[in-house]
Structures are given as C-alpha cells and as structure tokens.
C-alpha cells in the first residue's frame, strides 16, 4: 500500500523539513520520498486536508481504559480506535483494571489484546501487588514482558520505605517509577481544591498542600537513591517550583501535566457537575498560569489526556459521592491548542514522553517507518458529545472552545482518518 500527503507542513524540529511544506510517500508503513510536488498515481491512497500539518506520532502517557473487568467503561479495541481517530500513535495504558496489571501474565493480556492496532499500547504495570501499596510488585518479569513504567494509578506510595526500595531495585534495570503526588494524610477525604470555592460550595477540600508534601518527600528519597522518577498530573505552582529545583539538582526527575488542570478551573464547579470532578481537583487560575509557564519553560515534560473513562452511574449522582476522572482523548488536541502555542508543546507529546519513557523515537525522514499524526492548528469549534467516540461521556470540556481538528494517522502502516 502506498499513502500520499499532500502539502502538508512538517512539525519536526529534528527534521531538516521543519515547519516546510512538503508532500510525503509512504510505501509499506516507510517515508520512501518528500518533495514539493510528488506525482500521484493509481494505487496511491491520497490524503489532501484543509490547512494539513503532520508531526511525528503523539504520546499520550497515562491512559485508562476499563478492560480487562471493566469492559463497560471502555474496551482496549473501542479505546485503541478513539486514540488514533484523537491523533495519538502511541498511548501507555494504566494499571487500574480487575485485576489490577500486578503481574506478568496481566501484562501479555494487554499487549496480545492490542496487536494489530494502529495506535500502539504500552502497559504501566503497578508498583505493588493490587496497587495496594504494601508489597512490591514483580517489576522485572513485567519489564520483560513489555511494561515500560510502573506505578500505581491515582494511589500515592505512603510507605516511604518502599519507596526508596523501589527506587533502588529498578536501577538494575533503567526501570522507571511512577509515584502520584497526594499526601493521604493531609488530602484527607477532601473532593475539591481547598480554596474560597470550596469555602463557598461547602465542599471538603484538598489543599495544595498535599500535592507538594508528597513531591517534596519523593524527591529528597530520589537524591538519596539515584534511579529515575516519573512524576504523573501534578496541578499546582508549588509543585512546578519544586520540581525545577530538582532538576537543577540533576535528579532524573520528569514529570507530566493533564489537559484539564491547565486549563480549566475550580471555578467550574459552581454548578456541581461531576464531570468537573478529578484527581487531582481543578485548582486555581494562578496554577494554570503557573503549569502553562512550566510547560514553555521546559519544567514540565509532558502533557497527557489522563483519559479515564467513568460508568454513567458513578457520574450522575451528588458531586460529593460521583468518582474522580474524566475522559480527553477526544478532546486533548483541541483544548491544549487553545492556551499553547503549537511549538511550544509538540515535543511534550511526541519527543519528550518517548524519551523519557524509553520508547523508540519517530521522525519524519527518508527511511523511517511512517508514525505521524494529521491535523490542523486552527479553525475554532465547540466540544459537544457528539465529538465524543469513548463508550463513557464523562468529559470535563463538553461545551468548551477547541482550537483545531484532529484529521488522523497513520502508524503501524495503517491510516486512520476521521470521516
């Protein structure tokens, strides 16, 4: 099969066509050519879009579907297929199933249920048995067998011995620990940000304290230890400050952002819609500033949809009892293009994950296997539910601004493209 795309400017800043205007053949899932003008012929499969732009495939790095045990969440094949029609060529999928991805076998599940695909799925193994936190997972046999990060979602590690221990272990094999930034103690029970919304909802809130308190403790183990920390969705000013501070220090720290903490607000939640709940809460206007700023500065080295899919039931019930999470895959181009230049957040979602989470590197040049994401940076629309593809609704940015359409990709010789 040959693809053809056509005058498509390039977003590659280590390719010698970037920001160029360029036709790209691609024969057998290979570039073979790029040009001003190449000819098409019979057998060429033709791609022309309004205003196309192509970059090396997008990452997203903390996605979770509900398969295996919560397949009425989202299957690995419906949420393989709205990852690539959302622009994304590669997205590393969460522990938090049942059971819980704690084991070898758990982890050949997901990757022998994934082949095939255009969108390439990687497996973040828990970092304890269950996630529970107690006792260390068998990070090894899950590296193995394909993990290529561990931690356990939404849960900090509590017990800083084990977490010093993990740090240690994993060096013997350049693992990557993921440790997720709440202090339970002071977080308490809390649902919102501790603020004056809060105040004024009556809502129980979660300082940001919580956030930086944990940060703070899993970076003076790191200096101790050595290895390398991942630190995943941090939502605060205070934890992009400390996080700077680590790696000044030269700790190989990395850390990520969702989509949602930069740009939206616990001034949402007037309305006490659940959708708006999340883990970590929506914070203030001056975090999103701050988080922004951290992403051009290069503190922040990725940004995620944390795409997580929630049963309608657990949605549509009192703000105070519905789950945490929302769903962005769908989302993720249109809201992040909106408050960032495009420049200034390509390589958070196509170089920077990959290196940091040890994953081959894609780039648009002759010779290299074709993984590229479609898209156009502007043009406006508003996000509604029909945009949504997810078998679950529970999106934080219906009826918000987008920015820009996601036309598709093509990856593992496959092309895939929005009708």
């Known amino acids: 099969m040959s693809t053809l795309i056509k005058s498509a400017t390039i977003i590659d800043t280590s390719s010698p066509y970037h920001q160029q205007k360029k036709d790209i053949l691609i024969e057998d899932g290979v570039i073979t050519r790029i040009d001003d003008h190449i000819p098409s012929q019979k057998d060429f499969i033709e791609v ?10 997008w990452f997203d790095t903390s996605v ?16 393989l297929t709205v990852a690539a029609k959302s622009g994304f060529t590669a997205v590393a999928v969460n522990a938090n199933t049942n059971p819980v991805i704690d084991n070898k076998a758990a982890v050949e599940f997901l990757t022998n249920k994934a082949q ?9 193994a828990a970092l304890t048995k269950q996630s529970e936190g107690k006792e260390m997972a068998e990070l090894f046999d899950m590296q193995q067998s394909g993990a290529i990060a561990f931690g356990d979602y939404k849960k900090p590690i509590v017990n800083d011995n084990l977490m010093k221990i993990s740090l240690l272990y994993a060096q013997n094999f350049n693992g990557l620990v993921v440790s997720f930034p709440k202090n339970q103690a002071i977080a308490g029970d809390g649902i919102a940000n501790e603020g004056v919304n809060s105040t004024k909802l009556g809502l129980k809130g979660i300082p940001a304290l919580a956030e ?9 183990i790191l200096e101790y230890t050595g290895g390398k920390l991942h630190i995943p969705t941090i939502s605060t000013a205070r934890s992009v400050a ?11 720290v990395s850390c990520s952002v969702a989509a949602h903490h930069l740009i939206l607000t616990d001034d949402e939640l007037h309305e006490f819609e659940s959708n708006y709940k999340t883990n970590p809460p929506l914070r203030t206007k001056a975090d999103c500033k701050a988080l922004q700023k951290g992403i051009r500065t290069g503190v922040i080295d990725i940004i995620t949809s ?93 009826n918000k601004q987008m920015l820009g359409k996601v036309y598709g990709i093509f990856s593992n010789n496959q092309l895939i493209l929005n009708s």
């Open 48 to 57: 022309k879009e309004e205003n196309l732009h192509v970059s090396c495939g």
């Open 64 to 79: 979770s579907f509900g398969e295996p045990g919560y397949e009425e969440r989202e299957t690995i094949k419906n949420g």
């Open 116 to 124: 095939g695909f255009a969108t390439k799925l990687y497996p973040i």
């Open 212 to 220: 930086a308190l944990q940060i703070a403790s899993n970076l003076f």
């Open 242 to 252: 400390l996080i700077k501070e680590a790696k000044k220090k030269g700790l190989q």
């Open 306 to 398: 944390d795409h997580n899919p929630i049963d309608i039931e657990y949605k549509k019930v009192e703000f105070s009892e519905a789950k945490n999470g929302t769903i962005g895959l769908e989302s993720f181009f249109g809201a992040v293009n909106a408050v960032l230049n495009l420049s200034d957040f390509i390589e958070n979602i196509t170089s920077k994950p990959r290196s940091i989470f040890g994953i081959e590197a894609a780039a648009i040049a002759l010779g290299e296997k074709a993984d590229i994401s479609l898209f156009n940076p502007e043009g406006k629309d508003t996000f509604t539910k029909k945009h949504i593809l997810s078998t679950s609704k529970n999106s934080a940015f219906i």
